[in-house]
Nanobody, 118 residues
Framework: QVHPVESGGGLVQAGGSLRLSCAAS????????TGWFRQAPGKDREFVAAISMSSGSTRYADSVKGRFTISRDNAKNTVTLQMNSLKPEDTALYYC???????????WGQGTQVTVSS
């Protein structure tokens, strides 16, 4: 199975934290990029964060900088998105995706719901 599998979503109050995990197998995980994206009801899917599995370099959307942290564990083939200081506008279905390079993601997970109450 090469499609990533997300976990860790849930309901949290504003100001709280959640940790999302992305597990992938079936591809050379260490040489790929892994990204997190989200889609709120009635809105387009948007980029959240990405990480190079080989170098560990990261990229974030302006809306989450300073609040979200993406990290990797190559030994476990997992990527974690630590989300702090959550806001109601962070409510969305969060997707993990992997690809051969940043901005090019070809395998997508099914998504995990994050709901932030005010």
């Amino acid at each position: 199975q090469v499609h990533p599998v997300e976990s860790g979503g849930g309901l949290v109050q504003a100001g709280g934290s959640l940790r999302l995990s992305c597990a992938a197998s079936g591809r050379t995980f260490s040489s790929y990029f892994t990204g997190w994206f989200r889609q709120a009801p009635g809105k387009d899917r948007e980029f959240v964060a990405a990480i190079s599995m080989s170098s560990g370099s990261t990229r974030y959307a302006d809306s989450v900088k300073g609040r979200f942290t993406i990290s990797r564990d190559n030994a476990k083939n997992t990527v974690t998105l630590q989300m702090n200081s959550l806001k109601p506008e962070d409510t969305a279905l969060y997707y993990c995706a992997t690809g051969p390079r940043d901005f090019v993601y070809d395998y997508w997970g099914q998504g995990t719901q994050v709901t932030v109450s005010s």
